[in-house]
């Protein structure tokens, strides 16, 4: 009985790392957790930063034609 429990355990416990991201490769990872997310925050920020650009100069238009 103990014999058939242990088959395919390597097979279960490999997937289940790999399901839980303990098995990715150093530079998979450190891309997943430090590059996007840097990634995300510049894209945001640019994203902001074009929004103020135009609500700046649709204000200065108005002010300048009215």
């Keep these: 009985m103990a014999k058939e429990e242990m088959t395919g355990m390597r097979e279960r416990v490999l997937t289940h790392m790999a399901d839980l ?25 640019y994203d902001c930063d074009n929004i103020s650009i135009e609500d700046v100069s649709g204000l200065m238009l108005n002010l300048g034609i009215g």
């Design 21 to 45: 991201s303990l098995m990715q490769k150093p530079l998979e990872r450190e891309v997943r957790g430090e590059v996007m997310p840097w990634l995300q925050g510049k894209i945001t920020s």
